[in-house]
């Protein structure tokens, strides 16, 4: 099966490709945006790799699910395409980061700007079924999103895990500490960001780390 996706993470991830779970999982998301509406839209589904080259990656971000609503989600974790109003949880991540860094809040929600400069937004699950939170859940993208996690990982150096609540934090142990920096936080949304995401000062520290192992800065 041909998969389009950014060359370096097709070279990197191509075993992945081959394996049956992958297929299977393949076979569904063709089924899925065959007979309902899916998000985001089908060229989007590796938009966070196609920003974000392997050999650019410095920072990762892991999120759950993409925004399930019509418009919202553009393959970037947390991110909604421009012109759509902030979801919440996106809302407070600006705001941390006007706390944090003095960057006023912008009028779009899109992070690409994040992405091409090195930060992979990276959703476990990569596609949703319409108003249907989780539906694409347990069908194969947890594996391979943890695969990708794994090679970053495994295979660079220095780079900056954001593990924004349990559930990220649980798909974070993979990564190896002892060469990485993981910064860890309640999540950004309404319901937990009162109970430590806001005064982590995330960006702050990526940055701190990024500077002492001379590494560019992201421009958040």
């Given at each position: 099966?041909?998969?389009?996706?950014?060359?370096?993470?097709?070279?990197?991830?191509?075993?992945?490709?081959?394996?049956?779970?992958?297929?299977?999982?393949?076979?569904?998301?063709?089924?899925?945006?065959q007979n309902?509406?899916?998000?985001?839209?089908?060229?989007?589904?590796?938009?966070?790799?196609d920003?974000?080259?392997?050999?650019?990656?410095?920072?990762?971000?892991?999120?759950?699910?993409?925004?399930?609503?019509?418009?919202?989600?553009?393959?970037?974790?947390?991110?909604?395409?421009?012109?759509?109003?902030?979801?919440p949880?996106?809302?407070?991540?600006?705001k941390?980061?006007?706390?944090?860094?003095?960057?006023?809040?912008?009028?779009?929600?899109?992070?690409?700007?994040?992405?091409?400069?090195?930060?992979?937004?990276?959703?476990?699950?990569?596609?949703?079924?319409?108003?249907?939170?989780?539906?694409?859940?347990k069908?194969?993208w947890?594996?391979?999103?943890?695969?990708?996690i794994?090679?970053?990982?495994?295979e660079?150096?220095?780079?900056?895990?954001?593990?924004?609540?349990?559930y990220?934090?649980?798909?974070?142990?993979?990564i190896?500490?002892?060469?990485?920096?993981?910064?860890?936080?309640?999540?950004p949304?309404p319901?937990?960001?009162?109970?430590?995401?806001?005064?982590?000062?995330?960006?702050s520290?990526?940055?701190e780390?990024?500077?002492?192992?001379g590494?560019?800065?992201?421009?958040?």
């Amino acid at each position: 099966m041909e998969v389009k996706i950014e060359s370096s993470w097709k070279e990197k991830l191509n075993n992945e490709f081959e394996k049956e779970y992958f297929k299977s999982l393949a076979q569904f998301v063709k089924s899925e945006y065959q007979n309902h509406t899916v998000y985001p839209p089908g060229k989007l589904i590796f938009n966070a790799f196609d920003h974000c080259s392997f050999d650019n990656t410095r920072v990762v971000i892991i999120g759950q699910d993409p925004y399930h609503g019509p418009g919202q989600a553009n393959g970037l974790c947390f991110s909604v395409a421009d012109g759509i109003r902030k979801p919440p949880s996106l809302l407070n991540i600006f705001k941390e980061l006007k706390s944090d860094l003095g960057i006023d809040i912008r009028e779009s929600g899109n992070l690409e700007r994040w992405a091409e400069q090195g930060v992979l937004l990276l959703n476990a699950t990569l596609t949703v079924r319409a108003n249907t939170a989780g539906s694409h859940q347990k069908k194969g993208w947890e594996e391979f999103t943890d695969a990708v996690i794994r090679t970053v990982s495994e295979e660079k150096e220095n780079v900056v895990f954001i593990l924004w609540g349990a559930y990220a934090q649980k798909k974070g142990e993979i990564i190896d500490a002892s060469k990485h920096f993981v910064i860890k936080s309640a999540h950004p949304s309404p319901f937990a960001a009162d109970r430590g995401f806001f005064g982590s000062r995330p960006f702050s520290r990526a940055n701190e780390y990024l500077k002492d192992n001379g590494k560019e800065l992201v421009r958040w």
